[in-house]
T-cell receptor, first 111, second 116 residues
Framework: QKEVEQNSGPLSVPEGAIASLNCTYSDRGSQSFFWYRQYSGKSPELIMFIYSNGDKEDGRFTAQLNKASQYVSLLIRDSQPSDSATYLCAVKVAGRRALTFGSGTRLQVQP | GAGVSQSPSNKVTEKGKDVELRCDPISGHTALYWYRQSLGQGLEFLIYFQGNSAPDKSGLPSDRFSAERTGGSVSTLTIQRTQQEDSAVYLC??????????????FGPGTRLTVT
């Protein structure tokens, strides 16, 4: 079992819809959770992070964390074609210094 | 402010040659990480530096890989006797690691290494 799992996609949504990206993790000692966006040929860009159960909103983005179920999700409201990218979920596991990354979900927003 | 910078942006080298990749972290960030990303793959952790502590080298794939960080700032990743499987994008990230930090990392633009 991978430590951080994401569906590779592609996830295709129409412009203006809500895109829902999911991530599960295996280590219950995980402390912080991150979402990165990576455009093709570019480096990952931090979108937001969350470390408390519940929702955290930033503009069109909402991160949701459920530690009991060991999943974290990212909702993108009013999706735009410019949101088309690969979204990487990353987890900070207790006792480990580096983040552990999932393989990413490719999102395609159709105009 | 200035982000993480890396050089060169692209490097083509012949198999067996040594290469050096450079990373300049965000000013004030005490933690520095090296990752690599092969085409279509996730990020693979290589090495971590935090202040004056001994680096965490647990991700280095072989003894051909080494890294140093001078003066707590700039870091150099060296790959000796390069092999074709070393071809990847090498990403550097830095993190503030303060009391209020959630260990978020900020990435540089990467160095695309091609070994022919």
């Amino acid at each position: 079992q991978k430590e951080v799992e994401q569906n590779s996609g592609p996830l295709s949504v129409p412009e203006g819809a809500i895109a829902s990206l999911n991530c599960t993790y295996s280590d219950r000692g995980s402390q912080s959770f991150f979402w990165y966006r990576q455009y093709s040929g570019k480096s990952p860009e931090l979108i937001m992070f969350i470390y408390s159960n519940g929702d955290k909103e930033d503009g069109r983005f909402t991160a949701q964390l459920n530690k009991a179920s060991q999943y974290v999700s990212l909702l993108i409201r009013d999706s735009q074609p410019s949101d088309s990218a690969t979204y990487l979920c990353a987890v900070k596991v207790a006792g480990r210094r580096a983040l552990t990354f999932g393989s990413g979900t490719r999102l395609q927003v159709q105009p | 402010g200035a982000g993480v910078s890396q050089s060169p942006s692209n490097k083509v080298t012949e198999k067996g040659k040594d290469v050096e990749l450079r990373c300049d972290p965000i000013s004030g960030h005490t933690a520095l990480y090296w990752y690599r990303q092969s085409l279509g793959q996730g990020l693979e952790f290589l090495i971590y530096f935090q202040g004056n502590s001994a680096p965490d080298k647990s991700g280095l794939p072989s003894d051909r890989f080494s890294a140093e960080r001078t003066g707590g700032s700039v870091s150099t990743l060296t790959i000796q006797r390069t092999q074709q499987e070393d071809s990847a994008v090498y990403l550097c990230a830095s993190s503030p690691m303060g009391l209020a930090s959630a260990y978020e990392q900020y990435f540089g633009p990467g160095t695309r290494l091609t070994v022919t």
